[in-house]
Every structure is written in structure tokens, then in C-alpha cells.
């Protein structure tokens, strides 16, 4: 009788232990389950309206600080990742991340031409939010916040989020990467009247 | 067993019970690590890699406009065909558009065209002159969908029961602004300040390093001038006595990320939140006046931007249609259909009538309207540029509306009282936005002052101007 009540806890201690072990390494398992490092694809053009096909299927996929890496099936599968890591290997992208993939830039800055990520390709980029305000980059260049339209991006020095629609009472529906509580989505913001902000653009869009 | 006895014989009885529990660890953990090899490869299997379907549109509508002016509407429609990969071959779509002039005539379809820019797949039609000079304006929604595949959509999702109205203003009272002068600002009366922290009299900054700063995103004034706050960080409300006294606070069950929040005339809470579960769309829940839940329901689109006290109860200005819609009537929540079927383009205000808002360019359009028709109006230009209006709302015989002018380096919010002759009164404030709030939920009336809600690096506040007595 003791020797069962004695097996019964530590089944139950060993149950307990998987457990546990699990749900931490549960959120540490999208990319290396999942992701690639398969090369791009150069196209020749790319159209505002393909770009925000390439956001509206990162739309639901969760936000994963440097992350950039998602699948499309409409939902975070690793949610609840810790706030203040940046290598939980988590689905999504980062605002930044997010940005680079849809606007199909490429690695090397000085080049300006168009590169076709995969969603499940595993890529940052090498901009920051802060670099894309300032239009770092070949392919990236500051315009006016008045004149933007559909796809340009307001970028501060911590975000960046690409204008989705405009609201009759002039604030943006915005697509963005927006943290770990949030996901990536689109949200009605005000972002362009902020000071904070800076209208920025990537060139050479198909018209 | 003594315990003395005891010291003397653990190692023997500590091995015969470390058999039988070591076992079971074993099993314990051969089995769950089965389990969660199954459970990993299910989940695995359960995320395609592969492209899904897409069929969205989005859709600017004219709501109000200067008479005469011809009107072409037009749908930015994104359509994807599941498992293809190149975001650049998309789908063939085709529309129709259901017109009507005023509100009560038989609605007309007329077939969209493709428009001609290359790098958007946009819909669209000219309105028939007959229909956009009706001085009753004109009603209407598309019906969108993929060539032999997905749809039809809606837009506005509640179809032919609660289309798009397009008004015209047949002779609004001009504001011309011409250049704004930034650096000219007034500052109210400081009735709330509420450090950033933790402590019983402070509010929060959402967690996260790669987050901008983000707390303190709403508030609301009640009719005797006691400020509530929304602390979501906290998951709770400060509240602040008419006098300044306080905060007592009152705990939410919320979900802690930006959103927007009303009181009820009762002095119970609604809060708007913006983050939705999945495959749902954001909640409205509903608090009394000590934090108990009452109720929640869900809105009828996924993108709710704003709440506010409507004329029966909490209304939502809700995205993509950019519509208001009731989400609570007498405490009663509102079904999302019903939401949906209920929806019109004006604010309704708790004082009858709705007022109907249109920032385009350098001008905002802005109309009270009583039954369907433009009961005033007035037209705001600016040399400067403009961008959202947070508040257009009566305030006695005037208007007050306040909107955001700016430029590349600095922005500031405007502030102007309008009557039948004019501006009224005129000043401009701090944009004061350290902490990002939710995106309208800047500004409250209440009783004949104008509420502004700020945030710096230590703390946000609420000021108070006064708009003089209502005239």
C-alpha cells in the first residue's frame, strides 16, 4: 500500500517535471521547428498591393522580438513568450523585421532591390526601427507624413508600422508588429501626427 | 515509531521508499515526455506552412462633402489565392455597388470597374450625378467577391441595413486657419497627476523591452468632474474626487493592453479593449462602480477604435466599416449582428441627433445631423496639415472640435468652439503623448470644460480648460 501511494508520487512528481520542462521549451520551438534559411527569391517588381498580401499573411502570427519567421495559419503558436527575451525563438516578427520582410528589401544595405522571403524563412534584416526613421539603407528613404499612402511606413526610434487604410477622422488603420501581448494586427493609431514619428518609404515600388 | 527510533533507521526505510517512488518518477516521465512528443507533433501538424486565401478591401467614404462635388467611390480590394506563394499574382474580383439617393428609395446596383493604377487592385464607380446632387444625399454598399471563388463581402458588413451615407453640406460656415503658428500653447488646470510606478497612487507602463512606452491609455470624466483614469498596466482605475481628492482605486478584470474606457450614467465602466483571442474580435466589458464584471460582448469588427456615451448607452466607432455602432443599451449588451445591423456613420450623442466627421487633405468636414438631414455644418481648412480629429461633440449651441495639426518635426492639438458665425473660441495644446494611449481617447467634455489627458517621462496628468458657459 505505501509502495503504491510512493509510486503514485513520483509518477506524479515525474509527470510534473515533463511538464514543466515542456511549457518552458514549448515557446523555444517555433523557429527551430519550423523555420529555414532558404535563400530569397529576386523578382523584378514589386506592387503596394503584393506587399500588403505578404502583411495580411503575417496578420495573426504573433510578434517575436528580433523574430521573423511565421507560418499562415492565423494564430500565434507560441504565445505568452517572456517580454524581455529576444532569443525565445518564437513565431512572428518584430515591428522591424516585419517591415523588411514586407517590404522584400535585401541584407546587403546598399542594394535596393526586390527580395522574396519566404514567411517561414528565419530573417531579420539589418534595420532597426530607428534606422528605418532615418531612412538608412538603399532602398529606404524619409518622405513627408502628409504624403503617405498605402504601405509607407511611420517609423520612431523604438516602432515602425506600415499604413494599412485611412480613417475618415484622419487617423490610420496601421499593420504592425506591435509587442508579445499584441501580435501582429492592424490597429486603428494616430501615429501620424506624433512627433515621434517620421514618414519613411521604401523606393521603387511598381506603378 | 519514537523519534528516537527514527533517526536510528532512516537510510533503510528511505531506500525502500525510494524504489517505488523512483519508479513511478520514471514512468512519470517517460509518459508525459510521450505525451508531449504526440502533443508537439500534433500542434506541428497542425500549422501549415502554406499560404492561406485572402479576400479583404478597404474603403474611404465620402460621408460628407460640399454640394456639387462629383463622387467616386472606390474599394482597395486584396485577394490571394490559398497555397500560392507570390504575393504578386493575386486574384481576379469583381463588385457591385447598391445605390440609393436619400434613405428610403429602393437601392440601384451598378457593376464596379477595375481602376487603373498598376500597383493596387482597386473597384470603383462614379455616382450618378442625379444621385450625389440629392439634397438627402445618398445611401450605399458594395458587394465584393472573387471570381469563382470567395465572397461576397460586405462593405459595410451590415449591407442594405445599415449602408454608407454620403451627406452634402449645401452651405457650411467657413474656418479658414491658414498657417498654424506652433509654439503658442495653453496649458489647463492640472486636476490629475499620477507618477509612473507601482505604488497605490501610481500608474503603469505596460511590460516589455521592445515595446514603446505604452500606459495610462484612457480616461473619462464623470458629469460631477470626478476623472477616472485607466491604469491597464494595473488592471484598474484611479479615480480622483471632483475636488482633487484621491485616487481610490478599483480594480478591472481586463486584459491589461491599450484600450479605451467610458463611464455609464450610472457610474458604472466600460472598457474597449484592442486585442482580440483568437479567430474573435476585441471585447466591451462592463464593470459596476465598485469593479465587479458585469457583462462583455464582443464587437461586430475586429478593429474598434473608440467608446463613448451614447444617447441609451455605450457606443463603439468601429473598423473597417468606420461606423458607430451600440454595444449596450439599459446595461444590456448588444449582440455583434445586431451591432452590425445598428450602425451608422455619425456619432450619436447622448443629446439626440449624431454629428458626422471627414478629415481629408488640409480640411475637416464636420455636420450635426438631426433625422437624416445637415441640421449645421462647417468647413475647417488650413494651410498646416491635419491629421486625426479627436473630438467633435456640442457643448451648449456651439461645437467643439479638436484635431491634430502637424508637420514633420512637431504637432500640436487645436482646439475650436464653433457657432453658426464661426470660431468662438480658439487656442491650441501640448500633443504631450510620452506614453502612447488609445489613439481618441485624448479628450472628454464634461460640464463646460474640455479634458485633456498627457503623459511625460515621469507620470501622466489630466488638465482641465475651460470653455466658457454653454451659450
Redesign the interface.
Known sequence: M???R??????????????VG?AGA?HT?FVA??CNSAPPTP?S??????????A??AR?EGYQ??GGCW???????SPNDP??D?ATGGEGG?CSGFTFKVWRESLTTSDASFR?W???RYVHGPYTAASFKAGTGAPNVTV???SLI?MDALA?Y??IGLI????????D?IIEA??????T??????Y?????Y??VRRTG??? | MSQRESLHRPPSIGRRRLSPVLAGLVAGCVLASLAAVIGATAVAQRSPAGARAIFDATHLPPLLRLQGEPVRLTYDVHCALEGVDDPEQSCDVSGTIHLRSGRHDTFRAIPLEPASTADRRELTVTVPANVASSREGFEYYAELREVGGAGPILVPGGGADAPHRSLPLPDPTEVDLGVHTFGSTARGMRVVSAPWGDGVSNVGLEPGRALPAIGASAFDVDDDGSVLLLDEAHGRVLRWGPTGTGPSSVQLSIDRRLADMALDDDGSIYVLESVAAQERTPLVRHFDALGRALRSVETAEPGPSQLRRGPRGPVVLQQPSHQWMPVAETGTPTAAPDQARRAQVGRPLRTGGEVVVLRRADEILVALVSNGRVRESWRVTSETALAEVQLAEPLGRRLVLVFRTYTDATGEFVVLALDRRGVATQFSTPTDEWAEAAPLGRFRISGRHLYRLGSDGSGAFVERYDMGAPS
Open positions: 505505501r509502495a503504491t510512493s509510486f503514485v508520487v513520483g509518477f506524479i512528481l515525474g509527470v510534473g517535471l515533463v511538464a515542456s514549448y520551438r521547428d519550423n523578382t517588381f514589386i506592387t503596394r498591393e503584393g506587399s500588403a498580401t505578404v495580411l499573411r495573426f522580438w528580433a507560418n499562415d495559419n492565423d494564430r500565434d503558436d517580454h524581455e529576444a518584430d522574396q519566404g514567411m517561414l513627408a507624413k502628409a498605402k520612431s523604438g516602432h494599412y487604410a485611412t480613417n475618415p477622422d484622419g487617423t488603420r506591435k509587442g508579445e501581448d499584441y501580435g494586427d492592424i490597429w486603428t493609431r494616430a501620424r501626427g506624433n512627433p515621434s517620421s514618414g515600388w511598381s506603378s
